[in-house]
């Protein structure tokens, strides 16, 4: 980048500088259809993470016996490792979609995303093993 380029980037306003952005991006996305369909994804994926990190927060909360700081011990513990885990698991999951058919992977996705959830429902303990397994998934 030159000092005209330069510039010309510093005079802009922070909303101008967001607009210069979305326009690269939209005219890429135009270019690779593919980059578009992954930045689609990736929002649902951080939007869908978010929610489930409040909820698993407000499900920890509902375990009688926990004091305020312990519940918020257990949660950035656990979500500490589930994002450790998660590299790995997204290795495998990047593999695995190159080898298996959308037609199978998608649904085996969300009946294995079902069974997760639903797993939770017996959960006694939020500090049980079964509570770190299903944090990780």
Same mark, same amino acid.
């Given at each position: 980048?030159?000092?005209?380029?330069?510039?010309?980037?510093?005079?802009?306003?922070?909303?101008?500088?967001?607009?210069?952005?979305?326009? @690269?991006?939209?005219? /890429?996305?135009?270019?690779?259809? &593919? $980059?578009?369909?992954?930045?689609?994804?990736?929002?649902?994926?951080?939007?869908?993470?978010?929610? @489930?990190?409040?909820?698993? $927060?407000?499900?920890?909360?509902?375990?009688?016996?926990?004091? @305020? /700081?312990?519940?918020?011990?257990?949660?950035?513990?656990?979500?500490?490792?589930?994002?450790?885990? &998660?590299?790995?698991?997204?290795?495998?999951?990047?593999?695995?979609?190159?080898?298996?058919? &959308?037609?199978?992977?998608?649904?085996?996705?969300?009946?294995?995303?079902?069974?997760?959830?639903? /797993?939770?429902?017996?959960?006694?303990?939020?500090?049980?093993?079964? &509570?770190?397994?299903?944090?990780?998934?």
């Amino acid at each position: 980048m030159d000092a005209r380029e330069e510039k010309k980037i510093n005079k802009k306003s922070f909303c101008g500088k967001i607009y210069s952005v979305l326009k @690269q991006t939209l005219k /890429a996305c135009k270019q690779d259809h &593919a $980059l578009a369909i992954g930045l689609i994804a990736v929002s649902i994926s951080r939007i869908g993470t978010m929610v @489930q990190t409040t909820t698993f $927060l407000i499900w920890i909360k509902s375990f009688p016996g926990f004091t @305020q /700081a312990e519940q918020t011990n257990l949660w950035q513990e656990q979500n500490l490792i589930t994002n450790l885990c &998660a590299i790995p698991i997204i290795i495998l999951t990047g593999r695995s979609c190159d080898k298996i058919s &959308a037609k199978i992977l998608i649904p085996a996705c969300i009946l294995f995303q079902i069974i997760v959830m639903t /797993a939770y429902c017996f959960i006694e303990s939020p500090k049980s093993w079964l &509570a770190y397994v299903l944090a990780v998934f």
